[in-house]
């Protein structure tokens, strides 16, 4: 395969997660988790919030949904995200 737009998962896993709105960044994609759809399109990056934020020895896993709409770009080595951090969407595991 020569395609220059075709990224391999396994590859992308690597990918550092960073918000260019805020400049956080959110751990390698491998560390956190997608959904995808029943047509195999990318709907949400799940981000874990966790490690960041809370320590979570004996607690529930804090979670955000990150819309796929809101990845700007997928880098060499980056996924670029741009989302206020009010608009993400929490839940616990």
Do not use: A, C, Q
């Amino acid at each position: 395969m020569n395609d220059d737009k075709i990224k391999f998962y396994s590859d992308m896993e690597r990918y550092e997660i960073i918000n260019i709105n805020n400049g956080e960044k959110y751990n390698y994609l491998s560390d956190n988790d997608t959904i995808i759809d029943k047509d195999g399109n990318l709907k949400l990056l799940i981000i874990n919030n966790t490690t960041k934020h809370h320590f979570s020895f004996f607690g529930s896993d804090v979670f955000w949904e990150v819309p796929w709409e809101y990845v700007n770009k997928i880098g060499t080595r980056t996924i670029i995200l741009d989302i206020e951090e009010s608009e993400l969407k929490n839940f616990s595991k």
